[in-house]
């Protein structure tokens, strides 16, 4: 049975968005140098996890020991020098980088010739990040545009023990045993996997930017079921669509798979609530924050397919308004503009059931009436199947009744209206 919220919200049409050896190169370490006040904007940002075999095989667990990890990111604005922003924030001892480059990618882990830059931290071409820690490199002279793909190398020659990093990349990193953080070529990284490690941003500065946008939330946010190695998450469709619109901004994501509001978990990151501000509002040049994020808190209770977060707590939506408004007060105290988003439908998914369907109703209803956010998206009328309004559409569907597939992700991208943003 539909609720009467959802029946007068979802619209009666829904716009389709269906629319051979190694090959060493010469490095420049003369394009460091020790960092300045400089202002600078994040142009790419993958939020840290506890090291964990959480849906697929990694390398966080084992670390790493004489090896050396390029790792290909996608950025959303460009300047004209970069600098990387390293954490080990569940780190229990330091991690030493014996060294880093950048550069501009290729193809898979081989560079462009011309494009190595050696890293430097504090002028030095090693770093020590402290347990629990974070710190940036240097700048690096490195002309870069939005949207371009970057390649960052790093050489750990110490064991590392379990490695901080990010679960779900959608993208592959390279793994070579000893130390080719300088070749061009990709013929050492003869392993891949689909995580990042120990890097949690990329910067620019040297070129004027509009105010950076966080997308910030779960699995959603973060890209599940979106196409490999093709930069198909919302977020890189919505950094597309301010472009086309030649209203260009820095989006970056702060998605983490399972995660949720209010509780923490091993796998699934800490509550939104405690890691907000780190992977959020603290981000440099960050101006508005759009938040969606609750499903895995209401959904967790009706599955029993994620014996990773049991017993699951009973989460109202009272319970789930509490925690975003802790939220909305965060972002307000650090003067960042806020926007709330409707949750998406989940009819038909291992999170749906009656208790999941009546918190989703009165979150959403407070979402769209309450005046609470800034502004609000509403990615619930937008992506619902006009005939099931419970149900995402089957066009936007990966397959999971839950999360949506790479046009899912555009018609997101598209709900946005850029005047709220």
Do not use: C
């Amino acid at each position: 049975m539909l609720s009467r919220t959802r029946k007068t919200a979802i619209a009666t049409t829904v716009a389709l968005a269906i629319g051979a050896g190694t090959t060493a190169v010469a490095v420049d370490r003369t394009q460091s140098a020790p960092a300045a006040k400089t202002a600078w904007s994040a142009a790419w940002a993958a939020s840290p996890q506890r090291a964990s075999v959480s849906f697929r095989p990694n390398w966080s667990e084992a670390g790493f020991d004489n090896h050396t990890v390029r790792q290909v990111v996608r950025v959303t604005a460009g300047g004209t020098r970069a600098r990387i922003r390293l954490s080990n924030a569940y780190g229990t001892s330091p991690l030493q980088v014996e060294r880093a480059t950048v550069a501009r990618t290729d193809k898979g882990a081989a560079v462009r010739a011309g494009t190595v830059r050696e890293l430097t931290f504090s002028g030095g071409k090693s770093t020590s990040v402290p347990a629990g820690g974070q710190l940036s490199s240097d700048p690096a002279k490195l002309t870069l545009a939005a949207g371009e793909q970057v390649t960052v190398t790093l050489y750990l020659r110490r064991t590392t023990g379990p490695a901080t990093f990010h679960a779900q990349s959608f993208t592959d990193s390279y793994r070579a045993t000893g130390d080719h953080a300088s070749d061009g070529s990709a013929a050492a990284f003869t392993e891949s996997t689909e995580s990042w490690y120990y890097l949690s941003g990329v910067d620019v500065t040297g070129t004027k930017q509009a105010s950076g946008i966080v997308l910030f939330g779960d699995s959603v946010t973060d890209g599940f079921a979106s196409t490999p190695n093709a930069d198909r998450r919302y977020s890189d469709a919505l950094a597309a669509r301010l472009k086309s619109l030649g209203k260009p901004r820095p989006v970056l994501n702060s998605g983490i798979g399972g995660n949720l509001v209010l509780n923490d978990s091993a796998w699934y990151g800490e509550r939104a609530t405690t890691r907000f501000s780190r992977d959020a509002l603290d981000l440099p040049g960050v101006g508005t924050v759009v938040v969606l994020e609750g499903l895995n808190d209401i959904g967790y209770q009706e599955t029993t397919t994620q014996p990773t977060y049991k017993p699951a707590p009973n989460i109202t939506g009272r319970d789930l308004i509490n925690g975003h408004q802790e939220l909305i007060r965060q972002a307000r105290a650090k003067g960042v503009r806020i926007v709330g988003a409707t949750l998406l439908p989940l009819g038909g998914s291992d999170h749906y059931g009656k208790r999941a369907a009546a918190a989703s109703d009165e979150f959403n209803h407070w979402v769209r009436t309450s005046g609470a956010y800034d502004a609000y998206v509403d990615f619930d009328k937008a992506l619902a199947d006009p005939a099931d309004p419970e149900r995402l559409h089957p066009a936007f569907d990966s397959g999971d009744h839950l999360h949506p597939n790479d046009a899912g992700y555009r018609a997101m991208a598209n709900a946005l209206n850029p005047a709220s943003l």
